[in-house]
């Protein structure tokens, strides 16, 4: 390669797929890691010390293939970027193949493996990404089949979850946590919900190991709201009836008879960020309301009829369940978003399933 004194900026991921990385990185004779950061984290040099035709035509080269470049003379320098991990929640089960295949796509990753991402908790696809990644990622995804979340993992808040079965190291977990003054909003098996980067980092950093806790970005995280009843003295039937309604899209005239039959779903699938909001309406409207985390639930399936066996037994190899099983049964436990998938797929194929509680799994 002829030295120079040019460099070649990737100014943004534009249309093209974060997969040319392996074609440029062979190209260029550089390693594939520091081309997909280019490309990923851009605006960020590509590769310096060029002499200017070369490096006109490897713009040209770039830009067909749907990358933003440019020249830059001399040194070049560039503010850090802010960089984003990213998490889809699948909205759609049933659009969840044509979704993994377009993960695969842009991530150049097979779809098996894009699907793995979409349902192993909490949805994470992409790490440290700048914001052009983000937008080609959401350009390219079919509409509606996703909700994208990206955070800034430097300025996110997160939630420590208890995993283990120690009660000596849940102890010392807590027992540190009080001292940082930082466990005052337990709840069962979530220890903390609002630690900074610093903070997560320096509990994995000594309880990590344990393999005991999880520490995660609560952006990404999912939760139902629950309606337990009505609570006394607070709201009237035309405020509670108004914000069920509005918030969960209950028919007003059939208020009075779903309060009959509490507790039940509101709303699931929903953001923290969308979360505290929604809580207080719903209680200043004299609803009693709680929500539990989703995003780590482990669920069931229950197959209770059939109308085609064949199409049953089709459906359930596909999915990995063994094709042998005949209604009713119950699957094994599965994360909250593979259950959503799987339920999908089998009414697809003519079944009747409904969510059930997780013996094991």
């Given at each position: 390669?002829?030295?120079?004194?040019?460099?070649?900026?990737?100014?943004?991921?534009?249309?093209?797929?974060?997969?040319?990385?392996?074609?440029?990185?062979?190209?260029?004779?550089?390693?594939?890691?520091?081309?997909?950061?280019?490309?990923?984290?851009?605006?960020?040099?590509?590769?310096?010390?060029?002499?200017?035709?070369?490096?006109?035509r490897l713009c040209t080269l770039l830009a067909k293939a749907g990358l933003g470049a440019e020249i830059a003379i001399g040194e070049v320098a560039f503010e850090p970027a802010e960089l984003f991990d990213v998490a889809l929640h699948i909205r759609e089960p049933g659009s969840a193949y044509a979704l993994a295949e377009a993960v695969a796509d842009f991530c150049a990753c097979d779809t098996a493996r894009a699907l793995t991402l979409l349902t192993t908790?909490?949805?994470?696809?992409?790490?440290?990404?700048?914001?052009?990644?983000?937008?080609?990622?959401?350009?390219?995804?079919?509409?509606?089949?996703?909700?994208?979340?990206?955070?800034?993992?430097?300025?996110?808040?997160?939630?420590?979850?208890?995993?283990?079965?120690?009660?000596?190291?849940?102890?010392?977990?807590?027992?540190?946590l009080a001292a940082r003054g930082l466990g005052g909003q337990s709840a069962g098996d979530v220890l903390a919900t609002d630690l900074d980067h610093a903070e997560g980092q320096h509990v994995w950093a000594t309880f990590g190991r344990t393999g005991s806790?999880?520490?995660?970005?609560?952006?990404?995280?999912?939760?139902?709201?629950?309606?337990?009843?009505?609570?006394?003295?607070?709201?009237?039937?035309?405020?509670?009836?108004?914000?069920?309604?509005?918030?969960?899209?209950?028919?007003?005239?059939?208020?009075?008879?779903?309060?009959?039959?509490?507790?039940?779903?509101?709303?699931?699938?929903i953001g923290h960020a969308a979360l505290e909001e929604s809580m207080r309406r719903y209680s200043e409207a004299g609803l009693g309301v709680r929500a539990e985390l989703t995003t780590f639930q482990s669920v069931a399936l229950e197959v209770v009829a059939a109308r085609d066996g064949e199409q049953l037994a089709s459906a359930l190899q596909r999915l990995g369940l063994g094709a042998g099983l005949r209604p009713p049964f119950v699957t094994g436990g599965m994360p909250e978003a593979r259950a959503r998938i799987v339920r999908a797929v089998l009414e697809a194929a003519g079944a009747e399933a409904y969510f059930a509680e997780a013996a094991y799994g």
């Amino acid at each position: 390669m002829q030295a120079g004194n040019c460099s070649v900026v990737v100014t943004s991921i534009g249309n093209a797929k974060p997969r040319i990385a392996v074609a440029v990185a062979h190209g260029l004779g550089i390693p594939i890691d520091k081309a997909l950061q280019a490309i990923y984290r851009a605006p960020s040099v590509l590769v310096g010390g060029m002499a200017a035709p070369l490096a006109e035509r490897l713009c040209t080269l770039l830009a067909k293939a749907g990358l933003g470049a440019e020249i830059a003379i001399g040194e070049v320098a560039f503010e850090p970027a802010e960089l984003f991990d990213v998490a889809l929640h699948i909205r759609e089960p049933g659009s969840a193949y044509a979704l993994a295949e377009a993960v695969a796509d842009f991530c150049a990753c097979d779809t098996a493996r894009a699907l793995t991402l979409l349902t192993t908790p909490p949805g994470v696809v992409l790490g440290t990404v700048s914001a052009s990644t983000v937008d080609a990622l959401r350009r390219h995804l079919p509409e509606g089949a996703a909700d994208l979340v990206a955070s800034n993992p430097l300025s996110a808040r997160y939630v420590l979850i208890y995993s283990g079965d120690s009660r000596t190291v849940r102890a010392q977990l807590q027992d540190m946590l009080a001292a940082r003054g930082l466990g005052g909003q337990s709840a069962g098996d979530v220890l903390a919900t609002d630690l900074d980067h610093a903070e997560g980092q320096h509990v994995w950093a000594t309880f990590g190991r344990t393999g005991s806790i999880r520490i995660v970005n609560r952006d990404f995280l999912r939760f139902e709201i629950w309606l337990d009843g009505v609570t006394e003295g607070i709201g009237t039937p035309a405020t509670r009836a108004a914000a069920l309604e509005t918030l969960a899209g209950i028919p007003a005239a059939s208020v009075a008879q779903l309060l009959g039959r509490t507790p039940f779903v509101l709303e699931d699938g929903i953001g923290h960020a969308a979360l505290e909001e929604s809580m207080r309406r719903y209680s200043e409207a004299g609803l009693g309301v709680r929500a539990e985390l989703t995003t780590f639930q482990s669920v069931a399936l229950e197959v209770v009829a059939a109308r085609d066996g064949e199409q049953l037994a089709s459906a359930l190899q596909r999915l990995g369940l063994g094709a042998g099983l005949r209604p009713p049964f119950v699957t094994g436990g599965m994360p909250e978003a593979r259950a959503r998938i799987v339920r999908a797929v089998l009414e697809a194929a003519g079944a009747e399933a409904y969510f059930a509680e997780a013996a094991y799994g």
